[in-house]
Structure formats: structure tokens, C-alpha cells
């Protein structure tokens, strides 16, 4: 990389890479003025300079998210809501998440 010097075997690699220092894309970046091109090179750019600055805090448990999107998701297990309930006839088992179901069964 001609920016920060970082090497890269692939082209593409680069060519993404290089995306990270225009900081021009349609992802606003919550605690600066970047802009990225996509929402995983905001995630990138959050690790790298944003590190530690968790500002949206679960008021339930405490648990700090980077995102406002990813607490709206972690509170669903805070909720009474749970859509997704296991077909075994012997189970009562139901959960926020598909995932969490999925891992049961």
C-alpha cells in the first residue's frame, strides 16, 4: 500500500485495502468524519481507530456495543419476545434467535 506501506499478496486485497484510506463512501462513521464504501470497512475502521469507544450501552445488563443496530439486536434477549421455539413435542424450549435454535437442536 502506497498509503501506509502494508503488503498484500493479492491485488484485490490491495485494491480493497486502498479503500480504507479514501474514507469517502455512503457509511458514516459514528465518532469521526469517515465515510467508508462498505459496512466492513467501517467495521475495520472502527477496530483500528475507534478501539475501546463502546458507547452504546445495554441499560439491562451493561454490555457496550460499538453500533446502536448491534445493542437493538443483543436487547432482543432482554425481551419476553421469543419467536423461535423448538418442534420436539417434549421441549418447551423457545429463543430470540434462529441461531440460538439452531444451536439447540
Known amino acids: 500500500c502506497a498509503t501506509c506501506n502494508k503488503r498484500f499478496t493479492l491485488q484485490e486485497a490491495l485494491d480493497r485495502h486502498s479503500l480504507i484510506h479514501t474514507q469517502d463512501g455512503p457509511f458514516p462513521c459514528?465518532?469521526?468524519?469517515?465515510?467508508?464504501?462498505d459496512k466492513a470497512?467501517?467495521?475495520v475502521h472502527w477496530r483500528q481507530v475507534h478501539a475501546g469507544?463502546?458507547?452504546?450501552?445495554?441499560?439491562?445488563c451493561g454490555e457496550s456495543f460499538y453500533l446502536k443496530e448491534n445493542l437493538a439486536?443483543?436487547?432482543?434477549r432482554h425481551d419476553k419476545l421469543k419467536p423461535y421455539r423448538c418442534v420436539e413435542p417434549s421441549c418447551k424450549k423457545a429463543f430470540a434467535y434462529r441461531s440460538d435454535l439452531r444451536?439447540?437442536?
Open 53 to 60: 469507544n463502546k458507547s452504546h450501552m445495554c441499560q439491562t
Open 30 to 37: 459514528d465518532y469521526c468524519a469517515a465515510q467508508m464504501p
Open 73 to 76: 439486536k443483543h436487547s432482543v
Open 41 to 43: 470497512l467501517l467495521r
Open 103 to 105: 444451536k439447540h437442536e
